[in-house]
């Protein structure tokens, strides 16, 4: 199918033609590597359902502040400009991102968990791949690594038309591009263009099956691939090996099968714990309950 259809397709996608406004402002914030903590606050004070979601996760007894955290500006102080500012863009994609997925037969609870929890993996990886002030650059990729799926589920169920369920069942792209001529790593990665995200997260959509092939930078990619695939691991006990090409790359990057069983564990085990690893700042310690990674 020529390019072009893709890009009207996904230009053409009813409610997801745009981001709400705070989501879009955060969007804003997140490019800027050195945005000041009153631009936040601005934002954040704007939307009250937002600021108390954040307090909420921000006050977790895994960041080592639990009940200290009152306001916005109490949270950036404690937990970090970046993290703050992560968790909220999580709350603000949930409305865009928790539905159901006709086309792909995934119901609206499956494919946000699934996001989350490649989110919490791929910044978890970044240390192991030697970049954790990345940590929360790559959460973000994660979180919306497969926002492909919305735009070609609302073409699916406007045509009518169903994929075969396949097993891993986030494993759709060469299902995708039999039916429509294209996958979701392509679709994502336009979908992000119009939404406004920051490059590098594009490329890591688009590359996300395929880091090897991305071009420049291939950390990001590479840390949402092994978030993809954490994921997949802790929902339908999987063993690494169900990616032969996938593990041996991340081999050679230094994350091993058993550093993927570990973070399945992790996830499924101690997903509070987890998150709190995910979005802290480098050089913060982790409370003695989250689970040591593997050396």
């Given amino acids: 199918m020529p390019q072009y259809v893709l890009h009207d397709l996904v230009s053409t996608t ?36 937002m600021t108390a979601n954040v307090l909420k996760l921000s006050n ?7 009940g200290t955290v009152g306001s916005t500006r109490q949270a950036l102080v404690l937990l970090g400009n970046r993290a703050v500012l992560t968790l909220a863009f999580a709350t603000g994609m949930v409305p865009v991102m928790r539905r159901n997925l006709v086309g792909y037969g995934i119901d609206r609870d499956r494919y946000w968990e699934h996001s989350l929890t490649s989110a919490m993996a791929a910044g978890v990886a970044m240390d192991r791949l030697g970049d954790p002030e990345r940590a929360c650059e790559a959460f973000t990729a994660g ?131 987890t998150l709190a690893r995910a979005t802290r700042a480098p050089g913060t310690p982790c409370p003695p309950s989250i689970p040591a990674p593997v050396s």
């Fill in 60 to 66: 977790s007894a895994f960041y080592g502040v639990r």
């Fill in 14 to 49: 009813g409610d997801l033609a745009a981001l709400p406004m705070t989501v879009v402002r955060l969007l804003d914030l997140l490019k800027d590597q050195t945005c000041a903590a009153d631009k936040v606050v601005q934002v954040l004070d704007q939307d009250g359902a």
């Fill in 143 to 273: 979180l919306v690594h497969d926002i492909g799926m919305l735009a070609l589920d609302a073409h699916l169920a406007a045509n009518r038309m169903k994929l075969v369920p396949a097993f891993p069942l986030f494993n759709v792209s060469e299902r995708e591009r039999e039916t429509l001529g294209f996958d979701h790593c392509d679709a994502g990665a336009l979908l992000a263009g119009n939404w406004g995200f920051p490059s590098a997260l594009a490329r890591a959509i688009e590359f996300h099956h395929r880091p090897w092939q991305a071009p420049g930078d291939v950390d990001l990619a590479a840390a949402v691939m092994v978030g993809d695939m954490v994921a997949q691991m802790a929902s339908d006990r999987l063993e690494p090996d169900a990616w032969p090409e996938a593990l041996e790359y991340l081999a050679s990057r230094g994350v091993a099968a058993d550093h993927l069983r570990e973070l399945a564990m992790s996830v499924t085990l101690a997903p509070e714990e």
